[in-house]
């Protein structure tokens, strides 16, 4: 079973950066990966994901701030966050879709899941 740990989470002034990574524990070259995330009193909702072969999807707001991208070698994902605005601090999960074929942004995908990790937008 693919064991999943995010990090690079925190506090960052609006219009700052910050890339999150989401480590695995194991060969990662046969997944899926899906960004998504929760804010306070929302649903969640997929950010973005990233096919095996290197194909990328993303949600609408957040195409141009938010880059997809991984390093199998390094068993790790990264999401790249740029511009970031108060609305999206919400606690961000990576996911692994073990299934072949296009990435989705649908939570129902994925099998396997990290805990996630904080993201706070505030002056």
């Known amino acids: 079973q693919l064991q999943l740990v995010e990090s690079g989470g925190g506090l960052v002034q609006p219009g700052g950066s910050l890339r999150l990574s989401c480590a695995g524990s194991?060969?990662?070259?046969?997944?899926?990966f899906g960004w998504f995330r929760r804010a306070p009193g929302k649903e969640r909702e997929g950010v973005s994901c990233i096919t095996r072969g290197g194909s990328i999807n993303y949600a609408d707001s957040m195409k141009g701030r938010f880059t997809i991208s991984r390093d199998n070698a390094k068993r790790t994902v990264y999401l790249q966050m740029n511009s970031l605005e108060p609305e999206d601090t919400a606690v961000y999960y990576c996911?692994?879709?073990?299934?072949?074929?296009?990435?989705?942004?649908?939570?129902?995908?994925?099998?396997?899941w990290g805990q996630g990790t904080q993201v706070t937008v505030s002056s």
């Open positions: 194991g060969f990662m070259g046969t997944y899926n």
């Open positions: 996911a692994a879709d073990p299934s072949s074929g296009p990435c989705i942004l649908g939570a129902a995908a994925y099998a396997y």
